[in-house]
């Protein structure tokens, strides 16, 4: 799986590079982000501008992590998510807990300073 990860002013970027991002893939990407709330990060980005599908599992595995962050004291917040993305998450109720926003630049700033 191709996630790679980068800072911006405290606020830690996951970007996923696939465009399908299912169940198959989960596993690598799970371990990075639960890795990052493990060693202290509070402010999660998930960039999934590059992914135009995604399964229930994913949704589960994203209200997961979302869960884990809140539990340790951070938030964790999705940016660039695709329409079709934007419709799963709609239809599974997911938007009401997840944080999305259009584009990075607009979910960075919705951390704050």
Known sequence: MNVTTTDINGITIV????TKLTYPLLTDFVTAVTGLVEKG??????????VSYVDSATIGCLMDLYR???????????????????TML????????LEVHADQASAIASFGA
């Open 15 to 18: 970007n996923v590079s696939e």
């Open 41 to 50: 990060n509070k402010r999660i980005l998930i960039n999934l501008g590059n």
């Open 68 to 86: 884990q962050a809140s539990a340790a004291g951070g938030a964790l917040k999705l940016a660039g998510v695709q329409k079709r993305v934007e």
């Open 90 to 97: 709609t239809m599974t109720g997911a938007h009401n807990f």
